[in-house]
């Protein structure tokens, strides 16, 4: 990770020079949460949190930093010597990556001098909310394949390189099995798998010439597209090479359809590879894929070994982006709380706490004042004590594992495509308490 | 920009490796280009040429990369050496950075041997797909404020750094005037702007604190951010501060509203300055626009100066992806196309011409045969020759004056927020003919 420093809003830089210069630099606690579920979603899986750690942990400005701000002509030469010696020196607690978390619990608390922990907003929210949205979509989609595999294809339409590096990563921790993404296999040690493009197919002037070209090249790994001109033609075309695989001793692992009604032909070409004694071949299929189409073809019965991805996982269409934010609940004044139309937030440093049934599944969290409880399993662990990284750095097979075991234990309608039910989160009294003194208060103010 | 050579699909190296291995190695021409414009967009503006160029002229694999390859256990000794001295040595034509185009035009047309032309397919999808989108969907933003300034404000919502970067540029681009991402500034020259979020005023007991504070540490640029509390008082106190600054010889800049019904409030704000004598303050406002509520906005004439545009700006909500491709069109057989439902392409080698009227506004396109015409302006110019660059590195402000030049001579229709019409791209008859030739073809071989 390159330093992302000044991957910040202006306003960061001029604020903290606010601070600064009015003598406000009080230790302050910031909230990160998410304000609300996409429609038709049950639950988030946390993603993007150890590379949150190692920001917070790398902040520096350079020389060259410093002269850039200088040329903008709003700092005085003092708050640009502030900034030569801004670390990070306070405490950050975090859910683990790959968590399952809901709307309004705190995913990260931040508690440093105003200056510091201010200055992390846009940065922790670039990185966590993009990185939850798509492990919480391939959560989504891994679930609809409901066994089948689900495979990360989404390189060329993700947004720019890190989206799609940090998608095939947070896709991997979501639950697909491996990814198209070369780059991201080598970065993250996610499986790496693909076949071929149309374009391959086309190469050849007939298209059992460039399936024997390709069987031949890759005798072990090779799946065949094979809707080029005409699927079920395309079929009886592998289904031939792969009986010349077979005279060879090898084995066509399977054929990839990327057009047309998915249903209807993953059963025209199951039958034409059964029928020719190949119920070995897998069936790939690709082409604008999401969690509602594969549930569909799932509950249609289609005939699919794996789904390949691409636009709709690695962009969380139609999402987009989630409402993640990171707000202050608590300064040296007290909580804190901001009023604004439907910009409520809840006050005070907090801690969420989980219950379980007793068959294991969740039941409801509980959203309290950090110390209003005792015992149960409390989502924020310390991640950060004075600057420096006390949380152990979590592999990401670990951090896959961790969220799908989470998942098999959420209340089945929250996996459903539509989610059916909100999961209860409660709020403690002692927030609500909280909350009536600030009402109070405000409305005295006011 | 780091080295991007692995951030690709497998299929790229597998089928590379496959037409290695089969003598399928002689030249080829590839087409970028989009398939169809989103619902209610009237044209592109094509952005990531010179990242693609860069891309082009820098492809070499590490032997890092090579041992990383190896390690799959799928590929040939021999093929792994061939990666080792794989260059990028052919012909590119592409667009001027900043052209306005449409659906099925070549943005970039490739020519060069078979395993280098189909290798760069995934790299040049993930870059212009996205950079082209955002800067279109700034030019619509930017055109929907009707003079009004747009501010790039995505950064915490963009789909992580890279994003958030190239898609500051790219909204600069397309019309913006300035980003609040401190690094995008300093990366690509880009103006930055910024002032205090709701957690600057809430640090302050009294709203006013929180103002007159700011504007003792930015006497020349504040920008008050009036909605914390409520947003009327919040006018009447700024307006108090505004005073208190002209008496020390200084000048609010503005006031921010980020919440609420803007119409109403922009023009209660505007009175509240008005009757205080300070028609000078500007008013900012912010909170989830697009380029449909602010044509809203600017149809009710509401007194709003600038506009802060962030998460649908920064990822093309509701977009999310354009549909990019890119295809084989033709090579040493002759012309090529894809017959699959739905993926039709053009075949041969292209060329895009642009007629404009009397009035210099533009009339139609023609996509025809590399040759096929003479004169006329067209749009794709060669920027590499035998691997190296000859187009000249451009600015960017210059491609930004470029684009809002196209805009400009844009049939109207096009420009409405929902496009009416659709700009006509002939097709000429030397690629209709060259169709009918391959459907004959096509049918025979069937």
Not at 289 to 295: D, G, M, S
Request: aromatic share 10%.
């Amino acid at each position: 990770m390159g330093n992302k420093t000044m991957l910040t809003d202006l306003y960061q830089i001029t604020m903290m020079a606010g601070y600064v210069d009015n003598q406000k630099d009080d230790v302050a606690t910031f909230d990160l949460f998410i304000r609300d579920l996409p429609k038709d979603w049950g639950y988030f899986i946390a993603a993007g949190i150890e590379d949150a750690v190692d920001y917070i942990t790398s902040i520096k400005f350079t020389g060259n930093d410093i002269d850039y701000l200088r040329q903008q002509g709003i700092f005085e030469d003092s708050f640009l010597s502030f900034l030569k010696d801004f670390r990070f020196t306070g405490e950050v607690y975090a859910v683990k990556e790959g968590s399952v978390v809901f709307p309004n619990e705190p995913i990260m608390r931040v508690t440093a001098n105003r200056t510091q922990a201010q200055f992390l907003e846009t940065t922790l929210l670039n990185m966590i909310n993009f990185q939850t949205m798509i492990a919480s979509k391939a959560s989504r989609v891994v679930d609809a394949a409901s066994g089948a595999s689900v495979i990360e294809f989404g390189l060329r339409r993700a947004q720019e390189e890190d989206a799609a590096l940090k998608g095939a990563r947070a896709a991997y921790i979501g639950g697909a099995v491996s990814t198209s993404n070369v780059k991201a296999g080598m970065q993250y040690g996610i499986p790496i798998s693909g076949t071929q493009a149309h374009s391959f197919i086309m190469s050849y002037d007939d298209e059992i010439d460039a399936f024997r070209a390709y069987a031949r090249t890759f005798p072990k790994k090779s799946i065949l597209l094979i809707d080029t001109y005409n699927t079920c033609e395309g079929a009886r075309k592998a289904a031939v090479v792969a009986k010349e695989m077979e005279m060879r001793g090898e084995k066509l692992v399977g054929v990839r359809l990327d057009s047309g009604d998915l249903d209807h032909l993953s059963k025209r070409v199951r039958s034409i590879l059964n029928e020719e004694g190949l119920p070995y071949v897998k069936i790939f299929v690709s082409n604008d894929l999401n969690e509602y189409k594969i549930a569909g073809l799932v509950q249609n019965h289609a005939p699919i070994d794996a789904y390949g991805v691409g636009t709709e996982m690695i962009t969380a269409k139609p999402v987009s982006a989630l409402p993640g934010v990171y707000k202050l609940v608590e300064d040296v004044d007290g909580p804190k709380m901001k009023f604004s139309p439907g910009k409520l937030t809840y006050p005070g440093v907090k801690q969420v706490y989980r219950a379980y049934g007793d068959d294991g599944m969740m039941q409801y969290d509980i959203m309290a004042l950090d110390g209003e409880f005792e015992g149960g399993e409390s989502l924020l662990e310390q991640a950060v004590s004075n600057g420096k990284r006390v949380s152990t750095r979590r592999e990401l097979s670990e951090i896959r594992q961790y969220a799908l075991e989470g998942v098999s234990r959420l209340p089945h309608g929250l996996r459903c495509v539509e989610a059916v039910g909100r999961y209860e989160v409660k709020v403690s009294e002692g927030i609500h308490g909280m909350i009536a003194g600030l009402n109070a208060r405000y409305s005295l103010v006011k």
